[in-house]
């Protein structure tokens, strides 16, 4: 094996990824290279620096102060998401019930109505279109305006 | 029977089905490798523990769409780098940390095994913080959790090659940013 195969490989030899031949190998070489022998042992040492991040642990379990984040912060979100299921399921129910309403509303056949008519206003029409009028009118004895008078006074104004 | 006896894959099966119990199984399983983790990242402890409850966090709101059980480790993993690379917040955090770590060493009647461990500790996560994220995340996943090249692959979602030239390159970058360290003041 040459130095620069062994050097390729050594990373996976301190990590324990090499396969049994290619271990033995390795170590036949490194007896006999003190630079790769150097290498190695720098790769050992990078891993020594580790070590007191590889000890941190826990005194105590995380679990209960993370049960009363979840209730926490999880709690009003459950409400809201069953508030939004319900509004899912609801709102087409809704647009389907409107749209049956305006279906029903412009089916049903409804009475046509005329506006309301003043009382003065229809009896002006009906003096105006009656033949005695219409005759008095014509004949130039009573004007017009004449005319609505007489009925206005004639209907007690 | 006790979530010790259950497998990631049942826990999360479990959890799936409506059984929100089956969570603290998976949570009290991974808890300390979460803050091991965390810890490689941030200076503060409680940083790192703020970093664990997000990370379970997101799992218990994610773990709905995780189908496969043996992908949880993975994707915990995956979810916790994120978590703790992620935030500005945990950048600030760190700088402030950092800043009360070298204090706290100057304190009197610390243990001088627990002030060098802290200084070791401080050391690394300064000259990790150096390192491209990708390299500092595959260092920490195999030097710390000792993760195989397999495992590592697949929480960094890239070949087991890459995996080896992302530890030939993190080594090597730490390396130098360790020796910097030594020759500051």
Same mark, same amino acid.
């Given at each position: 094996?040459?130095?620069?195969?062994?050097?390729?490989?050594?990373?996976?030899? %301190?990590?324990?990824?090499?396969?049994?031949?290619?271990?033995?190998?390795?170590?036949?070489?490194?007896?006999?290279?003190?630079?790769?022998?150097?290498?190695?042992?720098?790769?050992?040492?990078?891993?020594?620096?580790?070590?007191?991040?590889?000890?941190?642990?826990?005194?105590?379990?995380?679990?209960?102060?993370?049960?009363?984040?979840?209730?926490?912060?999880?709690?009003?979100?459950?409400?809201?998401?069953?508030?939004?299921?319900?509004?899912?399921?609801?709102?087409?129910?809704?647009?389907?019930?409107?749209?049956?309403?305006?279906?029903?509303?412009?089916? %049903?056949?409804?009475?046509?109505?005329?506006?309301?008519?003043?009382?003065?206003?229809?009896?002006?029409?009906?003096?105006?279109?009656?033949?005695?009028?219409?005759?008095? %009118?014509?004949?130039?004895?009573?004007?017009?305006?004449?005319?609505?008078?007489?009925?206005?006074?004639?209907?007690?104004? | 029977?006790?979530?010790?006896?259950?497998?990631?894959?049942?826990?999360?099966?479990?959890?799936?089905?409506?059984?929100?119990?089956?969570?603290?199984?998976?949570?009290?399983?991974?808890?300390?490798?979460?803050?091991?983790?965390?810890?490689?990242?941030?200076?503060?402890?409680?940083?790192?523990?703020?970093?664990?409850?997000?990370?379970?966090?997101?799992?218990?709101?994610?773990?709905?769409?995780?189908?496969?059980?043996?992908?949880?480790?993975?994707?915990?993993?995956?979810?916790?780098?994120?978590?703790?690379?992620?935030?500005?917040?945990?950048?600030?955090?760190?700088?402030?940390?950092?800043?009360?770590?070298?204090?706290?060493?100057?304190? @009197?009647?610390?243990?001088?095994?627990?002030?060098?461990?802290?200084?070791?500790?401080?050391?690394?996560?300064?000259?990790?913080?150096?390192?491209?994220?990708?390299?500092?995340?595959?260092?920490?996943?195999?030097?710390?959790?000792?993760?195989?090249?397999?495992?590592?692959?697949? @929480?960094?979602?890239?070949?087991?090659?890459?995996?080896?030239?992302?530890?030939?390159?993190?080594?090597?970058?730490?390396?130098?940013?360790?020796?910097?360290?030594?020759?500051?003041?």
């Amino acid at each position: 094996m040459r130095c620069g195969e062994a050097k390729r490989l050594l990373n996976r030899y %301190v990590d324990g990824e090499l396969d049994l031949r290619a271990r033995e190998e390795l170590d036949r070489h490194i007896l006999s290279c003190p630079a790769c022998e150097a290498e190695l042992s720098d790769l050992r040492r990078m891993s020594e620096v580790f070590v007191p991040a590889r000890e941190q642990g826990l005194s105590w379990s995380l679990w209960p102060r993370f049960d009363a984040k979840l209730a926490r912060e999880l709690a009003p979100r459950r409400y809201m998401m069953q508030l939004e299921g319900l509004a899912r399921h609801l709102v087409p129910v809704a647009a389907v019930l409107l749209a049956i309403v305006v279906v029903l509303w412009a089916l %049903v056949p409804r009475p046509a109505t005329a506006p309301p008519e003043l009382p003065g206003e229809y009896l002006v029409r009906t003096v105006f279109d009656s033949p005695d009028a219409r005759l008095l %009118v014509d004949s130039q004895e009573v004007q017009p305006d004449e005319l609505l008078e007489l009925v206005f006074i004639a209907n007690g104004g | 029977m006790a979530w010790q006896d259950l497998s990631d894959e049942e826990l999360v099966r479990r959890f799936n089905a409506g059984d929100t119990g089956a969570f603290e199984g998976l949570f009290r399983r991974y808890e300390v490798a979460m803050y091991r983790l965390a810890r490689a990242r941030v200076a503060s402890e409680d940083a790192a523990l703020d970093i664990v409850q997000e990370t379970f966090l997101k799992a218990y709101q994610g773990l709905g769409k995780l189908r496969s059980g043996p992908a949880f480790r993975a994707w915990l993993y995956r979810v916790c780098l994120n978590v703790a690379a992620g935030s500005a917040r945990s950048e600030a955090r760190r700088r402030r940390a950092e800043t009360d770590a070298a204090e706290r060493l100057e304190e @009197v009647g610390e243990p001088i095994q627990t002030m060098l461990k802290q200084e070791g500790l401080r050391r690394l996560q300064s000259a990790l913080s150096r390192l491209p994220r990708l390299l500092a995340d595959t260092l920490i996943l195999r030097e710390i959790e000792g993760r195989s090249y397999s495992e590592i692959s697949e @929480v960094m979602k890239c070949s087991e090659k890459a995996v080896e030239m992302r530890l030939f390159r993190a080594r090597r970058l730490l390396r130098r940013a360790m020796a910097a360290q030594e020759g500051m003041p």
